[in-house]
């Protein structure tokens, strides 16, 4: 409540309303106003203020003195205890909140105004009659914007209510153009991972043409990867990740020579020998460069430093890993390390898995396309030999998803 302690107008606000006229209550509240800025307080006009105060004429007349400097969207209320609800369904720019009132004091609501994330925000502007400086402690330390003391001087109203809603007005713009630049950020990296997308899969298929006339295999291949690392549980993101490095598992075949990679009949010892090179050349395409190399490289120049300082990449890291793994057998028998076991990468196993298959199932000039029963007898013939027997059971067991993608990836022609 506004309290009265001397004859000046702005202090009638504490006697009773019936006592004036409406046309004297205008009066009263242009009074102390004529000689403040109005042209900074006209461009807040949309702002939207709340007054809370038990008091009716204290409303009436705030609204008065707001008004007559260009202020025309208020909400108000007497009832303290519906205070908290008025506030979270008309979100206003600006509380002005009276600290002495029944049922629910002015400190109280703060609290509550400041513990609500939907409203937690919004400035507060505390009215009190109280000289103690504890209670004032007390506001600030629950988070009041600023204070006005009773009797309320009209232009120290408006100038206080400016102030709070200009700064109200930055917050926003603010957090607007924070907003705008994450949308921004989200774009783009949405084009930077279509643009890899598209990357991977144009040198995969580089490398996929030698030897196949239309490059749809590393597709298969990392889609029947992906099912199988649903199927084990993998997070979206390794999944999303895994289907694209598997597209490059066999980059290393551009290193080989046509004489040997068209070469319509049975390889030669020597002949397999440079087919299973592949595998490390294909490591050394993708995986990223060394510590030595890249020092070189920031020696070299300053935008080579500047090249070296981005994070190294996850996707290619995991499609090296690949590269060199997904010929190795669970049994240790495959090359080009003779890994056994879990001692295989994950991502080899089931590239593995994924690879073999796409294989068997796919038209060869030295085989024809063998049906999806037949190929999962053949693969149920190496599990534990050639195949980690978890990684194909998960395989086998969503077999509609494998017939969908050899459908929607069916080679042309």
């Not at 019936?18 to 009066?27: I, N, R, V, Y």
Request: hydrophobic share 40%; with cysteine.
């Amino acid at each position: 409540m506004l309290a009265l302690d001397s004859p000046r107008p702005s202090s009638i606000m504490a006697l009773p309303q019936e006592l004036f006229t409406d046309g004297e209550l205008d009066a009263i509240a242009q009074m102390g106003t004529g000689d403040f800025p109005q042209d900074a307080l006209v461009a807040s006009k949309p702002a939207k203020i709340m007054l809370v105060d038990d008091e009716p004429l204290n409303i009436k007349l705030t609204k008065k003195y707001l008004s007559g400097v260009g202020y025309e969207n208020f909400v108000s209320t007497t009832d303290p205890t519906q205070a908290m609800l008025l506030i979270k369904q008309s979100r206003p720019d600006v509380i002005l909140l009276d600290v002495m009132m029944s049922q629910l004091s002015g400190l109280e609501l703060l609290a509550h105004i400041r513990r609500d994330p939907l409203t937690r925000l919004i400035p507060v502007l505390m009215l009190t009659a109280v000289t103690d400086t504890s209670v004032k402690m007390q506001a600030l330390q629950l988070g009041a914007t600023d204070f006005l003391t009773k009797p309320i001087e009209p232009a120290e109203l408006t100038a206080r209510t400016r102030n709070v809603l200009t700064m109200k007005a930055h917050q926003d713009q603010l957090a607007n153009y924070l907003d705008v630049l994450e949308e921004q950020v989200q774009i783009r990296t949405r084009q930077l991972a279509a643009s890899r997308r598209q990357l991977i899969t144009c040198l995969a298929r580089a490398a996929e043409f030698r030897d196949n006339d239309t490059g749809r295999h590393v597709i298969r291949v990392g889609a029947y990867s992906a099912i199988i690392a649903r199927q084990l549980n993998f997070d979206a993101t390794y999944v999303d990740l895994l289907e694209q490095a598997a597209q490059l598992h066999d980059v290393g075949k551009i290193a080989v020579p046509d004489s040997v990679l068209l070469k319509p009949g049975k390889l030669d010892p020597e002949e397999f020998e440079l087919v299973q090179r592949h595998c490390g050349i294909g490591r050394r395409i993708i995986e990223p460069l060394t510590q030595t190399e890249s020092q070189v490289l920031r020696q070299h120049t300053a935008a080579g430093a500047s090249l070296m300082d981005i994070p190294e990449s996850t996707v290619l890291s995991l499609a090296a890993s690949i590269a060199q793994t997904h010929h190795e057998r669970w049994d240790g028998t495959g090359y080009p390390i003779g890994l056994a076991g879990e001692d295989i990468p994950i991502e080899g196993r089931i590239v593995a898995v994924a690879d073999v298959f796409d294989a068997l199932s796919s038209k060869r000039p030295y085989k024809p396309a063998f049906p999806l029963t037949r190929c999962l007898e053949i693969m149920q013939e190496g599990s534990g030999k050639h195949f980690d027997p978890r990684v194909l059971d998960a395989f086998k067991a969503c077999r509609d998803e494998v017939v969908k993608v050899q459908m929607q990836q069916a080679d042309l022609g």
